[in-house]
């Protein structure tokens, strides 16, 4: 039977919510500043609008604020945690709409929700003429989302109930004592990651390709967040193909990889780093990287698209790598990228399913799920093959001796067959949309796990109902379904509950 949730718990719900909306609509004074500075100010209508409206909501929460007894329980974070997903892409999507570069609202809301879960694809009219202020928010939405977006709130509100709203986000790690001190580390180390990558970025833009100082900023802003939130979007619509520069591709690929890279795992990076090749993530994600890598490349030369060292290298390589760190960065035309098939297409394909690190910016099934996965297959065939009485050791390296237990199996398959199935569920509805099998299944994985990479389908003329669809796997995707449950378990329960 379920139990009708109380009218205190709405008010928990609705007070936390309304402070993450207001601290997610306040980054709207980023894009304004830029429009001030480049005489756009035609645009900070809507950013200000959407500021007014965070405003508005936060003076709701306040209203609405819960007793001083009231905490934040597990079920109720969650809760908020969905929502927040859901309604700040909405929000942040005005600016989007009222700028005329998208369909309709739904085009926008595609946009900032795939900005927001560092997806990538776009439906964006005319990229490459888009105002410095739309293209800033348009980036900053990556930073904000490959962060976490509650993690704004975190870093800034303390209280009970940190907890669960730090887990809702799809995040296990508790690197600092508290889950506040843990969010603000994982600001300060995209901070330090961001001053190093821009500076480098406009350093080459401005000396080697001969960009102005003011537009070569502008780009190297775009390219690390795009990079480093492993989001993949870019300043122009052919991507990383308009710079022309394999200095550029180098820098974007250390930038992927880092930021593939659990927040845990850059703390060990700092303290112990000879723990580093210890944990069983991380031999899990290199093995799987040149595995994917070397299979993908050998298929672009049995199809004859790369053929020469440095050509294999930034066609097949970079593009492999941008796939399974889920960045979505791409040096070719669309076109190019739909000739893949064979071995070519099914490396790139699964190295977007398996995606990077967990608690990391990337998306996908992730590493460790991966290294549990075959730990727990590789266990299971050996308890068969070998005498009955056999111990086996089901211990495993992850930031200190750990138990594999029969749950966290459990727990670990049920997710990795969610995102499979998940992926299946994407591949239909475009089969049903009349697109082929294969285009179907590369589009449906590249927005569930997170990459951004495209062979045509995302446009700015795609179905409605597949527009849709995608918000959707890229919603549930990037919350990694457990937060999802728990809202749709909350919402059957205020209709039928008793």
């Known amino acids: 039977m379920l139990v ?56 709701l929460a306040e209203w609405i604020r819960p007793g001083p007894n009231a905490r934040l329980r597990w079920s109720e974070g969650m809760v908020v945690v969905a929502l927040a997903w859901i309604l700040v892409p909405v929000l942040s999507a005005i600016p989007f709409f009222l700028s005329g570069r998208y369909v309709g609202f739904l085009s926008a809301i595609f946009e900032a929700m795939s900005g927001f879960a560092t997806i990538g694809l776009t439906v964006v009219n005319d990229l490459d003429h888009m105002s410095s202020a739309l293209l800033v928010w348009r980036q900053t939405t990556h930073f904000i989302g490959g962060q976490g977006i509650v993690l704004v709130a975190l870093s800034v509100f303390a209280g009970g109930g940190a907890l669960a709203l730090y887990h809702g986000e799809a995040r296990d790690e508790r690197i600092l004592p508290s889950v506040t001190s843990t969010a603000r580390f994982i600001w300060l180390v995209s901070a330090l990651y961001g001053l190093v990558g821009i500076s480098a970025l406009t350093l080459l833009l401005d000396l080697r390709l ?33 710079y022309h520069s394999p200095a550029i591709e180098v820098l974007l690929t250390w930038l992927m990889l880092s930021g593939s890279l659990s927040f845990g795992v850059h703390f060990i990076l700092l303290r112990t780093p000879r723990n580093f090749f210890r944990n069983l993530e991380t031999k899990t994600y290199l093995t799987t990287i040149f595995a994917t890598s070397l299979v993908g490349m050998t298929g672009l030369v049995l199809l004859g698209l790369a053929t020469e060292p440095i050509t294999l290298l930034r066609r097949g390589l970079f593009h492999l790598i ?69 111990v086996l ?106």
């Open 322 to 390: 941008s796939a399974h760190t889920t960045t979505g960065f791409s040096n070719i035309t669309t076109s190019d990228l739909a000739s893949w098939s064979g071995l070519a297409f099914a490396a790139i394909a699964t190295a977007m399913a398996l995606g990077g690190m967990a608690s990391s910016t990337s998306g996908g099934v992730k590493a460790l799920r991966v290294g549990l996965t075959i730990r727990t297959l590789g266990q299971s065939i050996r308890r068969t093959l070998l005498p009955e009485h056999t």
């Open 4 to 59: 009708r949730p109380h009218s205190e718990d709405v008010r928990i719900i609705g007070f936390y919510l309304g402070r993450v909306l207001f601290l997610a609509s306040l980054a709207g004074t980023i894009p304004i500043v830029v429009s001030v500075v480049s005489g756009e100010l035609g645009l900070t209508g809507g950013f200000l609008l959407m500021i007014g409206i965070g405003a508005t909501l936060f003076g």
């Open 393 to 498: 050791s089901n211990t495993f390296y992850q930031n200190g001796r750990r138990t594999l237990t029969s749950d966290l199996a459990q727990s670990v398959l049920v997710v990795s067959l969610l995102y499979v199935g998940l992926y299946l569920f994407g591949t239909v509805v475009g089969i049903a949309h009349g697109y082929p099998l294969q285009a179907s299944l590369f589009e449906a994985t590249s927005a569930a796990s997170g990459t951004g990479l495209s062979v045509g389908i995302t446009a700015p003329d795609m179905p409605w109902l597949l527009q849709v669809v995608y918000v959707l796997l890229m919603w549930v995707g990037r919350l990694e379904f457990i937060s999802v449950f728990v809202l749709i378990g909350f919402a059957a329960s205020t209709v039928v509950g008793e």
């Open 210 to 242: 001969g960009f102005e100082p003011g537009r070569a900023l502008l780009h190297a802003y775009s390219l690390f967040v795009a990079a480093f939130d492993t989001g993949g979007f870019a300043a122009m619509s052919t991507s990383v193909a308009f």
